[in-house]
């Protein structure tokens, strides 16, 4: 339905992020050691590449076009593909896409998983297409430097949570949603 909705939910899904990471957390070993996280895919994405991680919101489709442009200007892209942002828009297929996930052991988990992010895109662009979000401040620029030292620690309590079998989690948007064990 426009550029536009797709800055919208990628805005808004920057406070879900967090809670698809810890339900398809599953990269604990590097180098074959055990490294104490449940998903160092995370850890090092975001500090060996600069254009990973949680984007800066960005209000409409011109703010962000304004950005790649720059980006592109100072050659530290050549296009929109380069930034592997956890979620960004499609430019060619006007759509949204979640790539803060661990990739899954099973088809099983990873069609469960498929479906979770569909669902929480897909619910975020209802909310706000009936405007259940007026009025609600998605996270507001960059994520804080210290996001990368309490996004571990709050991303396994919630995958902990979800062991449990079946847990209801309370998303930031407002939702509460029950997750099943994947």
Do not use: K
């Not at 994405?45 to 304004?66: I, K, L, M, N, S």
């Not at 380069?82 to 060619?92: G, I, K, N, T, Y």
């Not at 948007?173 to 099943?180: A, I, S």
Request: charged fraction near 20%; hydrophobic fraction near 45%.
């Amino acid at each position: 339905r426009g550029a536009d909705r797709a800055i919208a939910v990628c805005d808004s899904l920057r406070g879900v992020l967090p809670a698809l990471l810890a339900v398809s957390a599953n990269s604990p070993f590097l180098d074959r050691r055990d490294t104490g996280l449940h998903s160092v895919r995370t850890e090092i994405f975001t500090r060996t590449f600069p254009r990973c991680g949680v984007p800066e919101r960005f209000r409409t489709w011109d703010e962000y076009a304004g950005f790649i442009d720059t980006l592109t200007r100072m050659n530290s892209v050549v296009e929109a593909t380069q930034l592997w942002w956890s979620v960004r828009p499609h430019h060619a297929f006007g759509t949204v896409e979640v790539r803060i996930c661990d990739a899954q052991s099973t088809a099983a988990e990873s069609s469960a998983l498929a479906g979770l992010m569909a669902a929480c895109v897909a619910q975020t662009a209802a909310d706000l297409d009936s405007g259940a979000l007026d009025g609600m401040e998605p996270l507001r620029g960059r994520v804080p430097p210290w996001f990368g030292i309490w996004l571990p620690d709050a991303l396994f309590l919630a995958a902990s949570l979800v062991l449990l079998r079946v847990t209801t989690v309370g998303l930031p948007t407002g939702w509460t949603h029950q997750l099943w064990r994947l």
